[in-house]
């Protein structure tokens, strides 16, 4: 996600694999990994990734709990994938904030440090200066957030594309149910996010979603929770919300004119799902990345 050279943006993460030793890493699974940087190159790192670790209950050394909890005071942004979790656990800076880790781990980690407000059915959690996610496609999703929030949904998605991932997963997705997860595998929530993204600007309702997909609005509501998580009427603010970062960054139009677009009746309903949604408000989104289109360098999605 952030170490492939992306030439056709006008700036890109500078990225840099570091370790503990001066040594090959093994990974499971036969592969082993050769780090280009030590721990000092932690000192200038804006984001720091710790992509996972030896065993959930080995300690850490304690090189790397200060270096993290320096990088961290000097206000780097630290991110664990799956048991990388444990490693964030250990530097006491998760202790009272909302975290996660693997399903399989989180008991495990509850008795670790219970000072972690554990959250133990999301693909991840972002507290903005410290983002933890579960198991390994939520460690993509999480890649994606982050992406998003540095860069902005068109480049998201293109990121995306080129990885052949789904653009967006939400966070508070449930990361182990009974079905497989994305809309791919499940016909006919495809067949409805095809139907609803044509009517996003009008008032869908629960009626017209059960309605199409021929189904009671009971069973329509089990079949989305056991599926994406969520009940069908967060899910449609999602897409609303996600259609009004795609209009802010790519289009002039005015916020109300955004809003009606989006379904969401007026801008005060706009403003008000958007920051629940995204932590910022739409113009300050607006002027975040709507300066960022024209830094790609060709104006056409990746291969």
Request: net charge positive; aromatic share 6%; hydrophobic share 40%.
């Amino acid at each position: 996600m952030f170490g492939l050279p992306r030439p056709e943006l006008a700036s890109w993460y500078s990225f840099s694999v570091c370790g503990l030793e001066n040594r090959a890493v093994r990974a499971t699974g036969g592969i082993t990994i050769t780090p280009r940087g030590s721990l000092r190159e932690l000192r200038q790192a804006d984001t720091i990734i710790i992509p996972g670790w030896r065993k959930p209950i080995a300690t850490p050394p304690e090189p790397l709990i200060h270096a993290l909890l320096e990088a961290h005071e000097r206000g780097a942004r630290l991110v664990s994938l799956c048991v990388g979790a444990f490693v964030l656990g250990a530097t006491g800076l998760l202790n009272g904030r909302h975290a996660t880790t693997h399903w399989k781990f989180i008991d495990q980690m509850a008795r670790a440090f219970p000072l972690i407000r554990i959250q133990p059915d999301v693909l991840y959690v972002d507290e903005q200066d410290i983002l933890t996610s579960a198991g390994s496609a939520a460690g993509i999703d999480l890649c994606l957030h982050i992406i998003r929030k540095d860069f902005g949904t068109v480049v998201a998605n293109n990121v995306a594309r080129r990885a052949v991932v789904s653009p967006h997963r939400e966070g508070g997705q449930a990361q182990f149910i009974d079905k497989p997860v994305g809309e791919e595998a499940h016909p006919w929530l495809s067949r409805l996010l095809e139907w609803t993204h044509t009517r996003l600007h009008t008032q869908v309702t629960v009626e017209q979603l059960a309605g199409e997909a021929r189904t009671s609005k009971r069973t329509l509501s089990r079949r989305f929770a056991e599926t994406t998580g969520m009940s069908p009427l967060r899910w449609i603010t999602v897409l609303r919300v996600r259609r009004a970062k795609d209009l802010l960054e790519t289009t002039t139009l005015s916020i109300e004119d955004v809003a009606e677009q989006c379904g969401f009746g007026s801008a005060a309903a706009l403003r008000h799902h958007f920051r629940n949604r995204v932590k910022l408000s739409p113009n300050i989104y607006r002027d975040r990345f709507h300066q960022m289109r024209p830094r790609l360098l060709r104006d056409k999605e990746l291969p």
